[in-house]
């Protein structure tokens, strides 16, 4: 081995990176406007709202869309975020998940639909999804601080990427595993591509593709807790700060809010997804 | 239907169907005349319908059957290109369907031909109403237009007020029908049924088929049903075309198919056929001996005992049936100088042409004479001799009236009616 010559494949993607910031930094500077300013937006509109406000609401909208004692659970949770002292920071946080989460949503929502329709575009699709969901999730930060500097940007875009993949493949999924004589009966009456898509697939895949919206929540929010490392705010900053700082106590009193926060968003849109509209079994 | 009034609705010209990658080459081989095994072994491709060739007329059921893996459900996928034809021409109202653009296709299926399936299809997201209405949904018919004809195809199907429920709702019968609706909304001059009714139990089944009679009288659209049960095929089919290893191995009315199988192949699928219940009156009826009621009783007694026979029938001058006499009482009659009219057994059981033998068991073992056949002008057609009915349903041919030709009583079968 020592005989071979060592490729430099660090310095040829390091080029290669350069290179793009160089040519498309506009397009990246206005990405980088637009995230942040929908993050900031979140949180200043959210901010305006006293924290006991803003905790009914929560509970009021657990309970229009799931249960009752998850509706008491998300309003007793809060309040004790609140009474700990970590309100604005989980503003943060959840601002950017619901950022992330809105991308990933718009992307991965589109690109599974597409890879259910197309078997070659699910052949590139399919290695470049099992990349991004092996890949350490770390290592999306270093690039995404290239292209967008440090702060909110580059943790909106990593967990953007990081989360994407479960909305990807179960929306394909969900497409894919709608009955071959229900699609069969679509085209004897002739329907269109979009038709059948939009009045018969998508419908009968919604649990499906909500099962996966409901993962890359999931994954999103704990990309937001690695984010902070690049200088992302929120509850993952004060995760970080008790970390370099060995304050076990904070630590766990921030680790509790993340995993209710976790839990209220699992619960609320388990339930968007499984809610039973009609027939539907 | 006579010859006069045939129409061809559908041409099916070598229509061929070959799966797998080697296509070409197992054409290739099939052209040689190789078989089914043969070309899978060598290719790896499956033959799915082989050189299919027939016409399906206008306004007729025709009944494609055949076991599972016969090629009768791509055949009829053929038709509408649900499944890309590999060679042939499928020609509806003399258009090839086969060299049709995406848009044509889509406008065929749209507005030509409907199609029922198997396991209903049923959007089980979507109500009663708006499965049905889905095929002109998709056409852009104004909603209120759309669920209007909606409403009236759940209507012919029998199920108006059951707009509002969601399909499981509903019994796989009833599913069955929202199917039909579904696919009579749009009005199709064709309808595929493709094994439409072969998910229901037996007793839903026969009334479905009855409906499906009924519908098709009323409406004079073109019916093509796929099945793998005889029975249903010869209760519902107009013509039948019998399906093996992807070729069409004989096509007849459904008494062709019975009467003179084509091969071994139709004879053994043929054989364990309930007859009871494809037979009717008029293909077992013989010809009836009467005597017209102003002869007399003299009359009467001589045509009896010419033909050796204890009883007969007796009619006016325009042929419908009075009632019937004995001998014994025509003997009476005459020493008592009475007319034929008072020595008259009337309200005697009759049954109409179409009576299939399972009803005329009953009947026939328990009438002390042979029971009369008569049609709707109670006009005498024949009469059932218990012999015949037996020696019909032992598949005996000599007892069977083959075009609807009444044989007169033979010998063989005036014996079995003394005793009968």
Known sequence: ?281 | MTDQEVRKKIEVKKATKIFGRNSKRAAQMLQEGKDKEEILKATGATIGVNHAEFDIYDGEIFVIMGLSGSGKSTLVRLLNRLIEPTSGHILLDGEDIVRMSKEQLRKVRREKIGMVFQNFALFPHKTILSNTEYGLEIQGVPKEDRQAKAKEALKLVGLAGYEEQFPNQLSGGMQQRVGLARALANDPDILLMDEAFSALDPLIRKDMQDELLQLHSEMGKTFIFITHDLDEALRIGDRIALMKDGEVVQLGTPEEILMSPSNEYVERFVEDVDLSKVLTAAHIMKQADTVQVDRGPRVALRLMKRLRISSIYVVDKRGQLLGAVTAQDTVNAIENDQSLEDVLIDSLPVVSPDCVLTELFDLVSTATIPVAVVDEQNRMQGIIIRGALIGALSGDGQFINENGVIEPIDEVTEEVMQNG
């Open chain 1, 1 to 281: 081995m020592d005989k071979l010559p060592r490729l430099p494949f660090a310095e040829w993607i390091d080029n290669g990176l350069d290179w793009l910031i160089a040519m498309f930094s506009p397009v990246f500077d206005g990405i980088s406007t637009l995230l942040a300013s929908i993050v900031e937006g979140i949180v200043n509109g959210l901010g305006v709202i006293p924290s006991i406000v803003l905790a009914i609401l929560f509970a009021l909208l657990a309970w229009f869309i799931s249960t009752r004692g998850i509706a008491l659970f998300t309003l007793v949770g809060f309040l004790f975020i609140d009474y700990l002292g970590f309100w604005y920071p989980m503003l943060q946080m959840l601002a950017l998940v619901l950022t992330s989460v809105l991308f990933a949503i718009l992307l991965g929502i589109p690109i599974g639909i597409l890879c259910s329709q197309k078997a070659t575009v699910r052949k590139i699709v399919n290695p470049l999804l099992d990349l991004m969901q092996t890949m350490p999730a770390f290592v999306y930060l270093i690039p995404a601080i290239f292209f967008f500097n440090i702060g909110v940007v580059p943790g909106v875009v990593a967990s953007v990427i990081f989360s994407m993949p479960p909305t990807i493949r179960l929306t394909m999924l969900g497409i894919q595993q709608v009955p071959s004589d229900l699609i069969e009966a679509t085209e004897a009456f002739g329907s269109t591509t979009w038709q059948r898509l939009s009045k018969i697939q998508i419908p009968l895949a919604r649990p499906t593709i909500m099962a996966g919206v409901n993962q890359s929540i999931m994954l999103s929010l704990s990309m937001v807790v690695i984010a902070s490392m690049v200088g992302a705010p929120g509850l993952g900053e004060q995760v970080y700060r008790a970390v370099t700082q060995l304050k076990t106590g904070v630590g766990v009193e921030v680790g509790v809010s993340i995993v209710i926060v976790a839990i209220i968003l699992d619960r609320i849109t388990q339930h968007a997804g499984m809610k039973k509209r009609g027939g539907i079994s």
